[in-house]
C-alpha cells in the first residue's frame, strides 16, 4: 500500500478563528479511512483542503507527492460525493455522468453512455437513466453522486458527510454502496456520523477535536479499546442506532 | 360626442404588415443582442475583474439604466452623426433598444447566477470543469431558466418601447399611426387599434413565456 495523501503540520483558519491546528496525518492506496468528530472539530474542512476545495492557512497536503492547492492540484485523482449531493439539476440522471466523461475526459458518445449505464447499474439506478434527479430518492441521489465521481476514476472518494441529510432507511442503502466500492478495494475518506456503518468497513479510524487528531487506530481499537476521554464522551452522544 | 368610424383606417390597412414587420424587426432584433450583452455581462460582472473592464461594464450599465431611452435614440441616431458616425435608423433603432434592454437584462442574468447554489461550482470543480466551462455549462443553464420570465418581461417592454422610434425615420407601428392621423383625424379609431396590435403582440409573448418556463421547469425540485 503505497502512500497517497501526506498532510504535514496543517492549519486552517477562518479570519480569526482557527479550525484545523498543525495536523499530521497519512492516507495509503487502498485504504478507508473515516473522520469522526463532533461539529465544529473541523472533518468537513479538513478534507475540503484535501480535495483542494479550500485553501490552506499553513503546511501542506501532498498528493501522490506534488502539493494541494486547489481542485486543479487535484484534478482526476480525488473524487468528491457531498452532503447535499450537489448534482446537476439540468442534466438526465444518465447526463450527470456522460456529460463530464464527454467534457473532462473527451471520450466519445457512445463509450461514455456505455460507461454510464455500467456505473448506474452498479449502484442499482440503471433505471432512473433518463429521468432528472430531482425524481430521485435522497438516497437515489447519493448513489448517483457516487457513481459521477467514480466516473472520473480517481485514486480516492472522499465522502463529506455523504448521509447527514438522508433518514436512515435511505442513509443503509448509502452505505451498502461504499461498503461495495469497500470490497473492490478502492480507496476513500469518508466524514461521518453513522459509527455503526463505519464500523464494518473502515480500516482506520481518525478522531478529531478542536482541529487535532485527538485519537486514531482501528475501529476496534476506537470503539472498544481507546482510553480517551473525550472520544468516550464523543461516542456516547452519537448515534448508535444500527442502520 | 363624435362618431367613431372604424371605416376611415381600410385605406390605410395594407400599410399595417410592413409596420407591424418593423415593429417586430426592431423588437427581435434588440431583444436578441440584448441576450446576448445581457449573458456576457451579465456573467462577467459576477466574476473578479480587471479594475478598466469593471468601470466600463458598469459605467455601460448604469448610463442605459439611468438615461431615458428616447434620449438614448437622439444620441445614437442624431448625435454620433457629429463624431463622423452615421448609422441607418433601423440599425440605430436595433442598437439602442438592445444596449438599453441589455443593460438591465445584464442585472437580472448577475442575481440568477449568483442565486445558483455555491455546491455547483464545486461539484463541477471537484470533476475537472475549468471556470468557462462551469459556467457555460452548469452555471448558466440553470441561472437562465431563473432568469427566463424576466426576459420575457423584457421582450414585451421592448416591443411597447419600439413605438419611441417613432422619432426616427422609421415607420412602425406608431408613426404610422401619426401618419394616418395626419390624413383622417380620427385619433381615437387609429390608436384604440395600434394599441390593440400592440397587445396582441406583447400578450403572445406571455403565452411563449410560460411555454418555455414549463418546458425549462421539467428539472426543477
Redesign the interface.
Known amino acids: 500500500m503505497g502512500e497517497l495523501i501526506r498532510i504535514s503540520n496543517l492549519s486552517k483558519s477562518f479570519a480569526d478563528t482557527t479550525v484545523l491546528q498543525s495536523l499530521d496525518m497519512q492516507v495509503n492506496s487502498g485504504e478507508i479511512v473515516a473522520i469522526i468528530g463532533s461539529s465544529g472539530s473541523g472533518k468537513s474542512t479538513l478534507v475540503r483542503c484535501i480535495?483542494?476545495?479550500e485553501s490552506v492557512s499553513g503546511g501542506e497536503i501532498l498528493l501522490d507527492g506534488e502539493a494541494v492547492v486547489n481542485?486543479a492540484s487535484?484534478?482526476?485523482k480525488?473524487?468528491?460525493v457531498?452532503q447535499?449531493f450537489?448534482?446537476?439539476?439540468?442534466?438526465t440522471v444518465g447526463e450527470n455522468i456522460i456529460?463530464?466523461l464527454k467534457?473532462?475526459l473527451k471520450m466519445k458518445d457512445d463509450i461514455a453512455t456505455e460507461k454510464a449505464k455500467t456505473l448506474l447499474d452498479k449502484v442499482h439506478i440503471l433505471d432512473k437513466f433518463e429521468q432528472?434527479?430531482?425524481s430521485l430518492s435522497g438516497g437515489q441521489k447519493q448513489r448517483l453522486a457516487i457513481a459521477?465521481?467514480l466516473a472520473?476514476e480517481p485514486e480516492i472518494i472522499i465522502f463529506d458527510e455523504p448521509t447527514s441529510s438522508l433518514d436512515p432507511e435511505l442513509a443503509h442503502e448509502v452505505f451498502e454502496t461504499i461498503s461495495d466500492l469497500a470490497k473492490e478495494g478502492q480507496t476513500m475518506l469518508i466524514v461521518t456520523h453513522q459509527i455503526n456503518a463505519i464500523r464494518r468497513f473502515a480500516t482506520r479510524v481518525v478522531f478529531l477535536n478542536k482541529g487535532k487528531i485527538e485519537v486514531e487506530g482501528t475501529p476496534d481499537y476506537i470503539f472498544n479499546q481507546a482510553d480517551n476521554h473525550i472520544l468516550q464522551q464523543f461516542l456516547k452522544q452519537v448515534d448508535f442506532a444500527d442502520i | 360626442m363624435t362618431n367613431l368610424d372604424f371605416t376611415t383606417l381600410l385605406p390605410y390597412i395594407n400599410l399595417l404588415p410592413a409596420a407591424i414587420a418593423i415593429t417586430l424587426q426592431v423588437g427581435l432584433g434588440g431583444f436578441i443582442l440584448a441576450i446576448v450583452l445581457a449573458i456576457v455581462v451579465g456573467s462577467l460582472r459576477t466574476r473578479k475583474l480587471n479594475w478598466a473592464v469593471h468601470l466600463v461594464l458598469t459605467a455601460y450599465v448604469e448610463f442605459f439604466r439611468g438615461t431615458p431611452l428616447l434620449v438614448q435614440l437622439f444620441v445614437v441616431y442624431y448625435g454620433l452623426p457629429s463624431f463622423g458616425i452615421r448609422i441607418e435608423p433601423m440599425i440605430a433603432a436595433i442598437v439602442t433598444m438592445g444596449l438599453n434592454s441589455g443593460a438591465y437584462l445584464s442585472e437580472v442574468v448577475r442575481a440568477s447566477i449568483l442565486s445558483v447554489?455555491r455546491?455547483?461550482y464545486?461539484?463541477?470543480?471537484?470533476?475537472?470543469?475549468n471556470s468557462m466551462?462551469t459556467i457555460s455549462?452548469?452555471i448558466l443553464?440553470?441561472a437562465l431558466?431563473i432568469a427566463v420570465p424576466t426576459f420575457m418581461n423584457g421582450f414585451s417592454s421592448i416591443i411597447k418601447e419600439t413605438s419611441l422610434i417613432s422619432v426616427l425615420p422609421v415607420i412602425e407601428l406608431t408613426k404610422l399611426g401619426n401618419q394616418i392621423y395626419a390624413k383622417t383625424y380620427h385619433p381615437f379609431e387609429i390608436y384604440i387599434t395600434m394599441a390593440i396590435i400592440y397587445f396582441v403582440m406583447t400578450y403572445s409573448v406571455t403565452f411563449l413565456a410560460k411555454w418555455l418556463e414549463r418546458r425549462l421547469s421539467?428539472?426543477?425540485?
Open positions: 480535495a483542494g476545495l481542485t487535484t484534478y482526476g480525488v473524487g468528491m457531498f447535499n450537489n448534482l446537476f439539476p439540468h442534466f456529460k463530464p467534457t473532462i432528472y434527479p430531482n459521477r465521481a472520473m | 447554489d455546491g455547483q464545486e461539484a463541477a470543480a471537484m470533476l475537472g470543469y466551462q455549462q452548469i443553464p440553470q431558466r421539467v428539472w426543477v425540485n
